[in-house]
């Protein structure tokens, strides 16, 4: 069945910890990738996507993630959290097929920045 | 920044009864779409729909389901008769292109 997995339910981390937040995905051909993040109370945002080009993506709020074709995945990555990144953080692909496309997300990390 | 509003934020209802969820896409945006977050649990598809047709949707959105885009404005999924497990977040999705989306706050759904 076509999936996303993400690896980690829950993250705990001091503040200035750095991150990396696992996504695999189990669809052949071409796929756009996203990771979304919702802060408490608030609703899913964009943090960054990936269609084609430089497998190194930034988004905001100094977050990157980088598309590894050959390893189905895209991890989400930060140098030095900050009380602010906790939130939950989800992983979503399209498979590019034209037109009205699903996201299909993965279960979401949980991650709770401690100051 | 244009960006996609639900209402109402939160609906409390009877098992058995209608309820309709409403959002306002962003107003050049052409592919709207309806996902649920079940309590703990991941955000799922539901619908999608483009040129005022439902284009796809999940095994979830079944008979008593429905969506409609009345004015041109306003997006509606519908639940005929609710039950326990309809219980869930609602968010609706707008896109320009059917690639890039963006969400609504959501509608907190809770059925007793």
């Known amino acids: 069945a076509q999936s996303v997995s993400q690896h980690n339910h829950h993250v705990i981390l001091s503040e200035a910890a750095s991150l990396e937040l696992g996504c695999n995905y189990s669809?052949?051909?071409?796929?756009?990738l996203f990771w979304y993040v919702q802060y408490p109370g608030q609703h899913l945002q964009l943090l960054l996507k990936?269609?084609?080009?430089?497998?190194l993506v930034k988004g905001i709020k100094g977050f990157e993630a980088e598309f590894i074709k050959s390893k189905f995945s895209f991890n989400l990555r930060k140098p030095s959290v900050q009380w602010s990144d906790t939130a939950e953080y989800f992983c979503?692909?399209?498979?590019?097929?034209?037109?009205?496309?699903?996201?299909?997300f993965g279960a979401g990390t949980r991650l709770a920045v401690h100051p | 920044e244009p960006e996609v509003t639900q209402t109402p934020s939160h609906q409390v209802t009877q098992m058995g009864q209608e309820v309709i969820l409403r959002c306002v896409p962003i107003?050049?945006?052409?592919?709207f779409y309806w996902y649920r977050q079940i309590l703990g649990q991941k955000v799922e598809f539901l619908v999608s729909?483009?040129?005022?047709?439902?284009?796809?949707k999940s095994e979830i959105f079944d008979d008593q389901f429905s969506v409609e885009r009345p004015d041109g404005s306003n997006f509606t999924l519908k639940i005929r008769s609710t039950k326990l497990e309809d219980s869930a977040m609602y968010f609706c999705?707008?896109?320009?292109?059917?690639?890039?989306?963006?969400f609504g706050p959501g509608t907190r759904l809770t059925v007793l």
């Open positions: 999705a707008s896109s320009e292109n059917g690639n890039e989306q963006f």
């Open positions: 669809y052949g051909g071409t796929v756009n």
């Open positions: 990936y269609f084609s080009g430089d497998p």
């Open positions: 979503a692909v399209i498979r590019f097929s034209g037109g009205y496309n699903k996201l299909i």
């Open positions: 107003s050049n945006h052409l592919y």
């Open positions: 729909f483009y040129n005022n047709e439902i284009s796809e």
